[in-house]
C-alpha cells in the first residue's frame, strides 16, 4: 500500500498538468499584429463552456504592479465578437471573470 501513494501523487499531479486549459497568450506577435491569427484570436476552456480574448503582450515592464486587471468589452460583429462579454484578466492575461455571451453589446462595464 504504501507503494501505492506516490503512483497515486503523480496521476494527480499529472491530471492537474493537463487540466488547465488555457492557451498562452502572444508575445510581440507579429501574425498576430498582421491579423493571420483571425480578427478576435480567443482562448477557450476545458471545464467552463466560456471563452476570452487570447490577447498579443507587446511590452513588458517589471517596475509595472502585479496588482492590475486588464478589462475588456468588445463591442462589433467580428468572429467571437459575434457573442461580446466582459472579460477580466489578470497581469499574467489569466481569466478572472467573464460574463459569458448573452447576445447583447456591454457599454456599462465599468459602472
Same mark, same amino acid.
Given at each position: 500500500?504504501?507503494?501505492?501513494?506516490?503512483?497515486?501523487? !503523480?496521476?494527480?499531479? !499529472?491530471?492537474?498538468?493537463?487540466?488547465?486549459?488555457?492557451?498562452?497568450?502572444?508575445?510581440?506577435?507579429?501574425?498576430?499584429?498582421?491579423?493571420?491569427?483571425?480578427?478576435?484570436?480567443?482562448?477557450?476552456?476545458?471545464?467552463?463552456?466560456?471563452?476570452?480574448?487570447?490577447?498579443?503582450?507587446?511590452?513588458?515592464?517589471?517596475?509595472?504592479?502585479?496588482?492590475?486587471?486588464?478589462?475588456?468589452?468588445?463591442?462589433?460583429?467580428?468572429?467571437?465578437?459575434?457573442?461580446?462579454?466582459?472579460?477580466?484578466?489578470?497581469?499574467?492575461?489569466? !481569466?478572472?471573470?467573464?460574463?459569458?455571451?448573452?447576445?447583447?453589446?456591454?457599454?456599462? !462595464?465599468?459602472?
Amino acid at each position: 500500500m504504501a507503494t501505492m501513494f506516490p503512483v497515486l501523487s !503523480l496521476a494527480v499531479s !499529472l491530471h492537474a498538468c493537463v487540466a488547465n486549459a488555457e492557451q498562452t497568450v502572444y508575445v510581440s506577435s507579429g501574425s498576430y499584429d498582421e491579423g493571420n491569427l483571425g480578427k478576435y484570436p480567443v482562448q477557450d476552456f476545458k471545464s467552463v463552456q466560456r471563452i476570452a480574448p487570447r490577447p498579443n503582450v507587446v511590452r513588458q515592464d517589471s517596475r509595472c504592479t502585479k496588482e492590475l486587471f486588464t478589462f475588456f468589452s468588445p463591442r462589433g460583429y467580428v468572429e467571437q465578437a459575434k457573442h461580446p462579454q466582459a472579460t477580466i484578466l489578470d497581469h499574467n492575461e489569466h !481569466l478572472i471573470w467573464t460574463s459569458g455571451s448573452d447576445n447583447k453589446q456591454i457599454y456599462n !462595464l465599468m459602472e
